[in-house]
């Protein structure tokens, strides 16, 4: 037994025989943790377990002397097997430490893929250099010069494809973007759906356009998501010489407030530029609301300029709003207001006909109105605003209905009227329907009427939506 024990070969096969299973039941449990977690490691501990391991123990059971008669080739293959194994299982760990587990926006985790492949090629190339020359004594001077050599002759007959794909990767690299992010340049604006070492891929609402990172680095382009600032729409427009600046420029402003899609807690700005030229700043909610705003800013203005008797594009003519079509709409209402037909005439005297187009709002929660407005032709939306920016629709309006019936009152509407759809009033004054209610008392008790049908409305309404109606004394417009 002794004589057992003293040979040189018994203590390594002990430590082979007993320590190789151990060893491979915790990798194995190690390994299964890691995959339970989703860790990117797991394979590169199974690396280790299924390969490196084994060829570990049978390099400690054939590297004994007299285990293997003269140098032999198969323990240089071993060796060599062994070699190639840990530079891999080394290369995989240190690009997991280093790249894998990198904190988002960190330099590692924008350290382009393809640079990060190339160190590792490198090494491997390296590694297996150096594991020739220590196990089979190889002169590997002369591949390394053939390497340099040839890479000089590839590199200076591809220097400029290398060279516009080196740029476009430093500007991955510095990362003036990311996923999400809209950017504008060369005329392309569009939102990043994707980046790789060769090309962004920008959304532009009409598909997808795939640019070259190089195009990029090569030029200019603007980051439109990365400022303090919302990104705004730039709107101009031209007015007669003869309509009032200030007044051009308070209409439009009302009419970019009123868009839905601005940013929150930003205003809309209005400048005066010469020759009867105005320029409008629209903050958005995101660039990508650009083409929606501008085409919801040009229709409404058109019609606000019109309610405003301003001369967008310096137009001076309106063949709508005419007397005999403002006669034709007070002969529509005069039921409704109880007027008779020398009524109806002094009355046009006082009122005027407006239109609205889809989406706008024909009357705003928490003011008093000083004007009711009944309509002729179209549709509007009754509702109120909801305290998560929500809104609940109350009734839809139509011809011979009335917008404003607070201003009989003197009280503020907690409601929105929206247009639907193009919208024809008549402009009624309080100070005229004061007269009005004054000559034929049956107007107020209609009036009251009908606002207190439109409370009934909005009770239900806010009930069924799962919110309560304010307490007090309230009147829908």
């Not at 220590?134 to 002169?139: E, G, L, M, N, T």
């Not at 939102?191 to 962004?200: F, G, K, M, T």
């Not at 002729?376 to 909801?386: E, F, K, N, R, Y």
């Not at 005229?432 to 009427?449: G, K, N, T």
Request: aromatic share 8%.
């Amino acid at each position: 037994m002794a004589d057992i024990v003293s040979q040189p070969w018994f203590w390594p096969a002990v430590i082979v025989s007993v320590g190789l299973p151990l060893a491979l039941i915790g990798l194995t449990e190690f390994h299964n943790a890691l995959a339970r977690r989703g860790s990117r490691a797991a394979p590169i501990v199974l690396m280790v377990r299924n390969y490196l391991v084994p060829v570990a123990g049978i390099l400690v059971l054939i590297s004994q002397p007299g285990a293997w008669q003269g140098g032999g080739t198969w323990p240089r293959v071993i060796w060599t097997v062994f070699g190639l194994l840990v530079i891999v299982v080394t290369i995989n760990a240190i690009n997991h430490l280093v790249f894998h587990r990198a904190e988002k926006g960190s330099w590692r985790d924008r350290f382009p893929t393809i640079f990060s492949d190339l160190i590792r090629f490198v090494f491997i190339i390296l590694g297996i250099a150096a594991v020739f020359w220590w196990v089979w004594d190889a002169d590997v001077a002369g591949v390394f010069a053939a390497l340099g050599i040839t890479s000089i002759v590839v590199g200076l007959a591809l220097q400029n494809a290398v060279g516009s794909v080196v740029s476009g990767l430093f500007l991955v690299f510095e990362a003036p973007f990311e996923l999400g992010d809209w950017i504008e340049t060369g005329g392309t604006r569009g939102q990043i759906v994707e980046v790789n070492w060769r090309a962004i891929h920008l959304d532009t609402g009409n598909g997808i356009v795939v640019m070259p990172t190089a195009e990029l680095a090569d030029g200019s382009f603007a980051n439109l998501s990365r400022s303090p600032d919302p990104y705004a729409a730039v709107v101009e427009l031209s007015f007669g010489s003869d309509d009032p600046p200030g007044r051009v420029r308070e209409v439009l402003v009302a009419v970019a407030r009123d868009i839905p899609l601005i940013a929150p807690d930003r205003e809309p700005t209005a400048t005066t530029l010469t020759g009867g030229r105005y320029a409008v700043a629209i903050p958005l909610r995101t660039p990508g609301d650009r083409d929606a705003v501008h085409d919801a800013f040009a229709t409404r203005v058109w019609y606000a300029a019109r309610r405003a008797d301003l001369h967008l594009d310096g137009d001076l003519s309106d063949d709508w709003r005419t007397p005999a079509h403002l006669q034709d709409g007070l002969r529509k209402i005069a039921p409704a207001l109880s007027l008779k037909t020398g009524e109806v005439d002094a009355l046009a005297a006082h009122a005027r006909l407006e239109r609205y187009c889809a989406g706008e709002s024909i009357l705003r929660p928490g003011v008093v109105p000083t004007e009711t407005r009944f309509i002729l032709a179209g549709s509007v939306m009754l509702g109120i605003p909801t305290d998560d920016d929500g809104f609940v629709q109350i009734t839809v309006l139509g011809p011979d209905d009335a917008v404003g019936l607070t201003a009989l009152s003197r009280t503020q509407t907690i409601s929105r009227a929206v247009a639907l759809s193009e919208v024809d009033v008549v402009v009624v004054p309080v100070s005229v329907l004061d007269e009005i209610v004054r000559q034929h008392p049956v107007v107020a008790r209609e009036i009251v009427r009908e606002s207190e049908n439109r409370v009934r409305l909005a009770r239900t309404a806010l009930q069924a939506a799962g919110g309560n109606f304010p307490r007090g004394r309230h009147v829908l417009g």
